[in-house]
């Protein structure tokens, strides 16, 4: 898709709104107004009714039920409610150790170090193959009794692997301890309707998925709902797990986001995005720069519009700048792409520190057309022919 002159390829930092997303919260944007708390009058009583309607739609796309869908700001939000929430709750008890994909987002691995210097938990990244993907004999080598939570990403938002769900959690199952999964890029990549079969906590971010931004939910198993303390403190809402007046607009962007995910859990969305991705990677290997792929390159395992690459030679972010205002990519995770250092997610997977800094992730989406991609090849060819050109590319 292009936003004026520029072609949008960074679709894993943020999908722009579905227009039936936008036309599903118009009304609760005007006359919908009502606080969905207010319980003592039938403004409330239908504002009410309409986020119950959104839980039920984001419950229905992961397979659980709308009380256990709990909507936060975000899947960052989401993360510190599960994990921190969690630990709170069981920080006097004999499992004291807390295991983090060594390839999770920065707000998760920031959680560990909070929890390892202010709740006494031991926390350990569990390895990862050169693809991203979790070492499962690893895996079962570091579980015990004592291992309380396992936090595995569903799907890597900067180099697309997907995770073996189901396999980690039968490990996590035989050690009775508990799965949280960071879900975010998933709906994009998977069909996520037993999806909560295999997790005990799910984060979600509604602009990862077509929705509105400000929204996210934390899926928290109902069994298990008792055994998280609340971050966020005040009314009581939210079955006591997150205080305060809900956003009724975006809760309701979020449920049409996951109705129109759940349309495509046949995957016909995901083929068609996977072959644009294919041809705009084919296209890649013909500019004048030798490339490395980062991510598996066994593409059953990777998002359908993730293409992560490195160019030989070449500073990825003098490369964005040159390539502004006609190409939107990025070098990573647009929550640390501010911080001047290297990818971890690539530093993990054997990828040099040189390698890391000449790396961007392009990241197509649903509304991206041929046209798009033949465009976006232009554009970088171009650009990289005119480096070559005047001498701004190093000798490899």
């Not at 004026?4 to 005007?30: K, N, S």
Request: one cysteine or more.
């Amino acid at each position: 898709m292009k936003i004026g002159r520029t072609i949008y390829f960074d679709h894993q930092a943020t999908t722009p709104l579905d227009p039936q997303v936008f036309e599903a919260m118009r009304p609760y944007l005007a006359d919908g107004f009502g606080n969905p708390h207010a319980s003592e009058h039938i403004i409330g009583w239908q504002t009410a009714q309409a986020v119950e309607r959104a839980a039920s739609d984001v419950a229905s796309m992961i397979g659980s039920d709308p009380d256990e869908i709990i909507f936060t700001s975000g899947a960052t939000e989401a993360n510190n409610l599960a994990l921190t929430g969690l630990s709170k709750r069981a920080v006097s008890g004999c499992r004291k150790r807390i295991l983090l994909g060594a390839t999770e987002h920065k707000c998760i691995l920031e959680i560990g170090r909070m929890l390892t210097d202010e709740a006494g938990y031991t926390v350990s990244h569990i390895p990862v193959d050169s693809s991203g993907r979790i070492d499962l004999a690893a895996l079962e080598d570091i579980l015990s009794e004592d291992v309380l939570l396992l936090s595995v990403m569903a799907v890597n938002n900067e180099i697309g692997t997907v995770q073996d769900i189901p396999a980690i959690a039968r490990l996590a199952a035989r050690h009775g301890c508990l799965l949280h999964c960071d879900a975010a890029q998933a709906p994009g990549a998977l069909d996520l309707s037993f999806f909560a079969q295999h997790a005990d906590m799910i984060s979600l971010s509604a602009h990862k998925m077509y929705g509105p931004m400000g929204i996210g939910a934390l899926f928290i198993r109902r069994d298990l709902q008792r055994d998280v303390a609340p971050i966020i403190h005040g009314g009581g809402q939210q079955n006591g797990l997150r205080s305060g007046t809900l956003p009724t607009a975006l809760c309701i962007g979020f449920g049409a986001a996951a109705r129109l995910a759940e349309d495509d859990q046949g995957g016909v969305g995901r083929t068609s995005l996977a072959r644009r991705r294919d041809a705009f990677l084919t296209k890649l290997y013909t500019l004048p720069v030798p490339l490395i792929l980062n991510g598996p390159e066994d593409f059953s395992r990777r998002h359908p519009g993730n293409v992560n690459v490195g160019f030989k030679g070449i500073v990825a972010q003098d490369l964005l700048s040159r390539l502004q205002p006609r190409l939107a990519a990025s070098t990573g995770s647009a929550c640390t792409s501010g911080i001047t250092e290297p990818s971890h997610v690539l530093r993990v997977i054997g990828r040099s520190e040189k390698e890391a800094a000449s790396s961007i992730r392009f990241s197509l989406g649903r509304h991206t057309n041929d046209d798009d991609v033949e465009e976006a090849f232009s554009v970088l060819n171009e650009t990289l022919n005119d480096m070559k050109e005047n001498g701004f590319l190093e000798a490899v």
